[in-house]
């Protein structure tokens, strides 16, 4: 968070200065305008909060792994969303504290504001508040993409527990994934029996690695509910005899 901070403040500063341009009715100019950020730092806040909030990001999800034990997992917030709250409390503190009043509130060459000038004016609020609306809005949505998860994952552990795995075939994929893209989208098509002695089959579209991909005529590893077998949303397939719910989940990219 205190990365996002100094990141924040080199960000005030850079909107301080357009804010007091737009305020004079500037288009360019050469001279820093007083904004409560000295240029020395807003140098600073861009040449090291950039490289230092990647830094503190790889330490903060390696640590956030160990902690956790699981190195596909994020407890609580992002590093994105802490930097994110960083930069909100300094373009705060920034816009409402720091940035300077018009010489002339309301009034430039003799003229009222018009409703530009106002919302430039309202910057100082506006742009704060839309920061930390963004910062409320990803931290929500994170919440509810792992919350999705874990429940995905919850089903698939009592659907391992409760339900049947069988071995089934690949019958069709609609190409080879290429060794020069990290991911391919594939449609492909599996077949399975159920325990009643009917085929089933079944049509997904997912991401797949040049290495590990579907191939027509491999058997793949169905796990499906024998009470309701052609309840697509309880139907999961890995491409190993795996017994981890983590290879029988949706794979994307």
């Not at 005030?12 to 050469?30: H, K």
């Not at 491409?239 to 989940?249: E, K, N």
């Given at each position: 968070m205190l990365v996002g901070v100094l990141l924040g403040i080199a960000v005030g500063a850079l909107v301080g200065q357009l804010r007091a341009m737009a305020m004079l009715g500037l288009n360019e100019t050469s001279e820093w305008f007083d904004n409560g950020v000295p240029l020395w730092l807003f140098v600073v806040g861009l040449v090291v909060g950039i490289p230092l909030m990647f830094a503190a990001a790889v330490n903060y999800n390696s640590w956030n792994h160990r902690y956790s034990g699981n190195p596909d997992r994020i407890i609580g917030v992002t590093a994105a969303v802490l930097a994110m709250a960083g930069v909100s409390v300094a373009l705060w503190i920034i816009g409402m504290v720091l940035w300077p009043e018009p010489e002339t509130f309301g009034v430039r060459d003799r003229s009222e504001w018009d409703g530009a000038e106002w919302t430039v004016y309202w910057m100082k609020a506006w742009g704060p508040a839309l920061v930390t609306a963004a910062t409320v809005l990803m931290a929500l949505g994170g919440a509810t993409v792992r919350r999705n998860r874990d429940r995905r994952r919850a089903e698939l552990e009592h659907l391992m527990a409760t339900g049947r795995r069988v071995p089934g075939v690949v019958t069709e994929i609609s190409r080879t994934p290429s060794p020069e893209a990290s991911k391919t989208q594939l449609n492909w098509t599996?077949?399975?029996?159920?325990?009643?002695?009917?085929?089933?089959?079944?049509?997904?579209?997912?991401?797949?690695?040049?290495?590990?991909?579907?191939?027509?005529?491999?058997?793949?590893?169905?796990?499906?509910?024998?009470?309701?077998?052609?309840?697509?949303?309880?139907?999961?397939?890995?491409?190993?005899?795996?017994?981890?719910?983590?290879?029988?989940?949706?794979?994307?990219?």
């Amino acid at each position: 968070m205190l990365v996002g901070v100094l990141l924040g403040i080199a960000v005030g500063a850079l909107v301080g200065q357009l804010r007091a341009m737009a305020m004079l009715g500037l288009n360019e100019t050469s001279e820093w305008f007083d904004n409560g950020v000295p240029l020395w730092l807003f140098v600073v806040g861009l040449v090291v909060g950039i490289p230092l909030m990647f830094a503190a990001a790889v330490n903060y999800n390696s640590w956030n792994h160990r902690y956790s034990g699981n190195p596909d997992r994020i407890i609580g917030v992002t590093a994105a969303v802490l930097a994110m709250a960083g930069v909100s409390v300094a373009l705060w503190i920034i816009g409402m504290v720091l940035w300077p009043e018009p010489e002339t509130f309301g009034v430039r060459d003799r003229s009222e504001w018009d409703g530009a000038e106002w919302t430039v004016y309202w910057m100082k609020a506006w742009g704060p508040a839309l920061v930390t609306a963004a910062t409320v809005l990803m931290a929500l949505g994170g919440a509810t993409v792992r919350r999705n998860r874990d429940r995905r994952r919850a089903e698939l552990e009592h659907l391992m527990a409760t339900g049947r795995r069988v071995p089934g075939v690949v019958t069709e994929i609609s190409r080879t994934p290429s060794p020069e893209a990290s991911k391919t989208q594939l449609n492909w098509t599996f077949s399975f029996p159920d325990d009643e002695g009917n085929t089933r089959w079944v049509e997904r579209q997912e991401f797949f690695t040049a290495e590990s991909h579907p191939v027509v005529g491999a058997t793949v590893w169905v796990l499906f509910d024998p009470a309701d077998p052609g309840n697509l949303s309880r139907i999961h397939a890995s491409l190993t005899d795996s017994d981890d719910p983590a290879d029988y989940t949706t794979r994307g990219m």
